[in-house]
């Protein structure tokens, strides 16, 4: 019985060991198996042995630890005196790069005062030169090369401030900058030969300014000395129309000194006020042919009365006209006479200034009134034979202080006056 009960025994068969996982209402059963026991103490137990085996390599071994510390402090220290060393030489170049900079800066400076005062003439120029122009004075073709030098120079001076680059397939735009830099050259010392090379063509362009305005003052004395002479030689005495002369007073103060710039643009500006003064004074007198191309048919002086047969003084001179063509006025003035005149017929008689008048008679037609004013090439009535005359012509006169003068001395300054005045 007792080994029935024995086997029994030996026979039963090894509880199971579970493990419960529980979430909320969801049960889980894990089934231990004894070599997942077996595997997980094998797997720990490795774990520690190889964490006491590298503690103990560590505690053994404290010398490697403080070999590496102390390499790494080497290290740090070198590089630490490679970042000061690098700084003081950025520092070195950075100031010198600075310095070279205000070096730039300075000169570029002075080069633009210089080229805005340049700007500044060349406006006052534009202007005294349009004046110039209108009255006929010219001047030589303009030289383009300083001007153009001035402008590559600008470019340079921009590149070496680092705004632009001059474009190396135009080396020829920079010429005056040869021999070519040094790679060795600093940023000053270019500034300086830059510099040097620019004020010389800013100068010989101030130079140029001078000369254009030196050449024109020149130019318009000569003309108007000519038409001045042209004038005289007709023997009337000849009084420029002057500007009227507001009052004026104050204490006397020395002059301001100007530069030799300002002091060729006054020159400049009165010889054109001269020019202008003489040329209104010539369009304004009688210098113009009253008849271009027509025949004279009876000249000033003495000659054979047409209708009394003896000698007589002719104050004027016979134009061949035919009726109703018109008759233009040979200088600017004030009509004095607009109305028959016995042996004259129909006459206009105008008034001139400087004590000259001119008359037109024998007219078919007056076209203008006592009082009115007229301009040079003014048609002032019509050509016919009115009055003591033979046939349609222009009987024409000019006189001074009253007295009767020879037209043909005006005809013939008129001629040489017309390339100066037109």
Do not use: C
């Amino acid at each position: 019985m007792s080994k029935h009960q024995e086997s029994r025994v030996f026979g039963k068969r090894a509880e199971q060991h579970f493990l419960i996982l529980a979430s909320g209402e969801r049960v889980r059963h894990m089934t231990i198996r004894p070599w997942m026991t077996g595997l997980t103490f094998a797997f720990v137990g490795l774990l520690s042995l190889g964490y006491l085996a590298a503690t103990a390599y560590l505690v053994l071994r404290d010398d490697l630890i403080g070999a590496t510390m102390a390499r790494q402090a080497r290290m740090q220290y070198e590089y630490e005196d490679r970042i000061a060393a690098l700084r003081a030489q950025v520092d070195r170049v950075t100031s010198r790069q600075m310095l070279d900079q205000q070096v730039v800066e300075q000169k570029v400076e002075k080069l633009l005062e210089q080229q805005n005062a340049l700007s500044s003439r060349n406006g006052k120029i534009g202007t005294i030169l349009g004046r110039a122009a209108a009255s006929g004075i010219t001047e030589q073709a303009e030289p383009q090369q300083s001007a153009q030098a001035t402008g590559d120079g600008l470019k340079a001076i921009d590149a070496l401030m680092g705004k632009t680059e001059p474009s190396a397939a135009q080396p020829s735009e920079l010429a005056y900058a040869e021999p070519a830099p040094s790679p060795r050259e600093s940023a000053g010392d270019r500034a300086d030969r830059l510099f040097s090379t620019m004020t010389l063509s800013l100068k010989s362009i101030e130079q140029e300014q001078m000369d254009r305005l030196q050449n024109l003052a020149s130019g318009a004395e000569s003309t108007a000395s000519k038409i001045e002479d042209i004038m005289s030689g007709t023997g009337v005495q000849i009084n420029r129309e002057e500007p009227s002369a507001d009052a004026e007073g104050g204490p006397y103060v020395e002059p301001l000194k100007g530069s030799d710039f300002d002091l060729s643009l006054q020159r400049l500006d009165e010889a054109l006020d001269r020019l202008e003064s003489v040329r209104a004074t010539a369009t304004r007198l009688p210098f113009t042919n009253p008849a271009p191309g027509r025949p004279i048919t009876s000249t000033f002086g003495n000659r054979t009365d047409p209708f009394l047969g003896k000698l007589a003084m002719h104050t004027g001179i016979d134009f061949r006209f035919e009726t109703g063509e018109p008759v233009r006025a040979t200088g600017s003035g004030k009509v004095i006479n607009a109305s028959a005149a016995g042996g004259y017929g129909n006459m206009v008689e105008i008034d001139h200034g400087n004590g000259i008048t001119t008359r037109y008679g024998h007219l078919s037609k007056i076209s203008v009134s006592v009082g009115d004013k007229v301009s040079l090439g003014d048609m002032i009535g019509r050509a016919g034979s009115t009055g003591r005359s033979t046939g349609p012509h222009l009987h024409y006169e000019v006189r001074y202080m009253g007295e009767a003068e020879n037209p043909m001395r005006f005809l013939k300054a008129a001629a040489k006056l017309e390339t100066l005045i037109r």
